[in-house]
């Protein structure tokens, strides 16, 4: 059974930063797409950032120069470094684990979703 767990959110400033981790367990960082993404209030579930088969990250517009995502296979771990926040970065962020190693910003790709950690960034 695959289980990931998000933490690290919190209510930070504009400016501030914050680093999520997402802990997995069941699942093993390999080939497969890995990724974060956020739902703002009343608005749809985005992707932010993502790993795909060969290493490469992509990110959304949106965050390109602030975050960045990377992971510790020794730990099983996914991480999203969050600097320069604004508040319009305030969401629920999930991770998520796929076994495609492709489209890996569709979030049908994925088959296991964490729990959501909630980042509040105020002006």
């Known amino acids: 059974q695959v289980q990931l767990v998000e933490s690290g959110g919190g209510s930070v400033q504009s400016g501030g930063s914050l680093r999520l981790s997402c802990a997995a367990s069941?699942?093993?960082?390999?080939?497969?797409?890995v990724g974060w993404f956020r739902q703002p209030p009343g608005k749809e579930r985005e992707g932010v950032a993502a790993?795909?088969?060969?290493?490469?990250?992509s990110y959304a517009d949106s965050v390109k120069g602030r975050f960045t995502i990377s992971q510790d296979n020794a730990k099983n771990t996914l991480y999203l470094q969050m600097n320069s926040l604004k508040p319009e970065d305030t969401a629920m962020y999930y991770c998520?684990?796929?076994?495609?190693?492709?489209?890996?910003?569709?979030?049908?790709?994925?088959?296991?979703w964490g729990q959501g950690t909630q980042v509040t960034v105020s002006s």
């Open positions: 069941g699942y093993t960082f390999s080939s497969y797409c």
């Open positions: 998520a684990a796929a076994l495609a190693g492709n489209s890996c910003f569709n979030p049908s790709t994925y088959f296991a």
């Open positions: 790993i795909d088969s060969d290493g490469s990250t």
